[in-house]
């Protein structure tokens, strides 16, 4: 319990000097310890099991942005479109129609980024460059009216192999240069508590940080 406020200071401050985003990864951790970065100035939380996400959402603060950054099943997208700022982790393009779907339902636009496969590990979800050519290419086609893909994010592997994660993180932002100006891409998610000064200094305007604002995470709860 209880984040570390210095390390929330000090991590802003140089995220703010580079323009990157800082999406404060609250999973397993109690609605309290929101509370408190959300007192410190924190909005943008990430979460990702939607049950979770859905019961901490009626808890807090309704200006909180929302952000889904697990894997999402389509049976379970109603209950976070209501509400989700920004869903990180689509990887088909049947999930991208489901999402459309119940945006509609909503009367809102859900702003979406695609999960592009980085990592050498195969257990990573996410797409790989063939099936990323073709779920943008349904989606110019199809004409989405309620989903906006704004970006793409990624896992770089689980190592402390710098060079590796480099490479990886270099990867997947020569695939968003590729793909930014005709889809209008602007985000760019990548980047974790150990990596992402790396991800930051690759191109990354997007960081997801759980345990280093909020301590280790205990599963056995
Ligand atoms: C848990 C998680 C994070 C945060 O991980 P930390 O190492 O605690 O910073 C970031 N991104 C995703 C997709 C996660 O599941």
């Not at 980085?118 to 790989?128: H, Q, R, Y």
Request: hydrophobic letters at 40%.
């Amino acid at each position: 319990m209880a984040v570390n406020a210095a390390a929330f200071h000090s991590l802003t401050t140089e995220l703010a000097a580079k323009n990157v985003t800082l999406v404060a990864v609250s999973k397993t951790k109690p609605a309290t310890d929101i509370e408190e970065l959300y007192n410190l100035g924190q909005r943008h939380f990430g979460e990702n099991y939607v049950q979770e996400l859905a019961d901490k959402q009626l808890a807090l603060p309704p200006d909180i942005h929302w952000h889904f950054i697990g894997h999402l099943q389509s049976n379970k997208v109603k209950y976070i479109a209501p509400f989700v700022y920004l869903i990180h982790g689509v990887d088909s393009y049947k999930l991208l129609v489901e999402i459309n779907k119940q945006a509609m339902k909503n009367n809102r636009t859900i702003q979406c980024l695609l999960q592009i496969h980085i990592a050498e590990e195969e257990t990573k979800f996410g797409l790989n460059e063939a099936e990323l050519d073709e779920l943008l290419r349904n989606y110019k086609n199809d004409n989405l009216s309620n989903v906006a893909i704004k970006g793409f994010m990624g896992m770089a592997s689980f190592t402390n192999d710098a060079n590796q994660v480099t490479k990886e993180f270099i990867h997947l932002k020569t695939l968003f240069d590729l793909y930014k100006t005709a889809f209008n891409l602007g985000v760019l998610s990548m980047g974790m508590s150990g990596d992402y000064q790396l991800a930051v200094e690759n191109g990354s305007n997007m960081v997801r940080i759980g345990s280093l604002l909020f301590g280790e995470r205990n599963y056995t709860k």
